[in-house]
């Protein structure tokens, strides 16, 4: 049955079902929702039903056997993830039944695959121009990981802590390519350069995160949304989408996700990682826990609020954070500014300000040190200034 391992989205899966049956499929979809909602495992499904020769329900035809590995020609994935913590999660998950001589489930096995291939598939020479440092960087290492996946995961032989190990290390160094990755309109025109040499066939085209992406990269997509090719399907998904541009949403059929319930996301850890002591997605998968993430930010203001130095705010270790993360810092740092009781005129200045801050890190590889100090400094400022007009 489609659909059927989406667990707590049973109103979209029966939507996106209906739409594929009846033929009424948009050409450009967009998956909106918050973290863990299942964003990319529907695309995913969505892009088997179009892919499929035989559009049965049960089926195991050729497209289809190379898509649950995901291995299909005509399957792209773009975009960033946290393929660090997925890949480690799941290479955990296949350790726990090594570790106490059992049997591995073929859906844990499938479960490592999956978590591997969607990081090697970003590698996809379609994907990159040649020159592009981080292809070319990545190119070697990719090439590696996925013999190492062939040779030691998806194969007969008895599976080994050690190749567990050597593989999650090959991993994440490729995974550390991606760190801060945005698409670039290098990737974007290579893209549609591919696609458009096997016009006639169904392509599906999976870009998560869809909101992070350059300014050049995102009016070429809009090019290719405005010009739709016959059986070219985008699947876009998001957190954020109020940072996609207009344009592009006009384009696109909007896919509303829930976010799933505390007993729904440890009914998914249980059956899909085998965990029974993890509680919630955010825990297991985040490469920063909400409630980390909120601390920090929290700190952040109360310190600029108290006109404390930022250097005396954290620790080596959370500074490390801070700078990694900075996304996920800025994004509950508004929410915290947003609770503040700061005049609303300057709770809009420091909204552009972090905006500002975030596209800086985003799109222009600015120094997060720098933005974040400078930031603390322009709330310190804005703060004195609120405290001034209160005491007048």
Known sequence: MPFASIVAQEKITAQLLHDWEKTQLAPANLFVGGAFSGKSTTALEVARLILCETKAEQCSCRACLMHRKLMHPRLFLLGNRYFKEEIRASLQTMHAFIQHKKAIPDAVKLLVIQSLRKLIRRFDSALWESDDARYKEAKGLTVALNELLSE?????????????????????????????????????????????????????????????????????????????????????????????????????????????????????????????????????????????????????????????????????????????????????????????????????????????????????????????????????????KSEKSLNK
Do not use: W
């Open 152 to 384: 030691k995961i998806d194969t007969e032989h008895e599976i080994t802590a050690e190749n567990l190990l050597m593989i999650e290390q090959k991993a994440l160094e490729v995974a550390e390519i991606l760190h801060h990755y945005v698409i670039n309109i290098g990737q974007i025109r290579s893209l549609i350069h591919h696609v458009g040499m096997l016009s006639g066939e169904s392509r599906v085209v999976i870009i998560e995160e869809a909101h992070l992406m350059q300014e050049s990269a995102r009016n070429a997509l809009l090019k290719i949304l405005e010009e739709p090719q016959k059986e070219l399907y985008f699947i876009l998904t998001t957190t954020n989408k109020q940072e996609m541009l207009p344009t592009i949403l006009s384009r696109l059929r909007p896919y509303y996700f829930q976010e799933r319930a505390p007993e729904e996301q440890k009914r998914i850890i249980q059956k899909v990682f085998r965990n029974n002591e993890i509680a919630t997605l955010d825990d297991l998968l985040s490469p920063l826990p909400l409630t980390q993430a909120r601390d920090l930010a929290n700190r952040f203001f109360t310190s600029a609020q108290a006109s404390k130095s930022i250097y005396f705010t954290y620790n080596q270790e959370e500074n490390a954070i801070l700078y990694q993360q900075l996304p996920a810092i800025l994004s509950q740092v508004k929410e915290r500014v947003l609770q503040s009781t700061l005049p609303y005129p300057n709770k809009r200045e420091l909204f552009l300000r972090i905006d500002q801050s975030y596209l800086g890190a985003r799109d222009y590889n600015q120094n997060p040190e720098i933005l974040l100090y400078t930031l603390h400094k322009e709330i310190q400022r804005l703060c004195r």
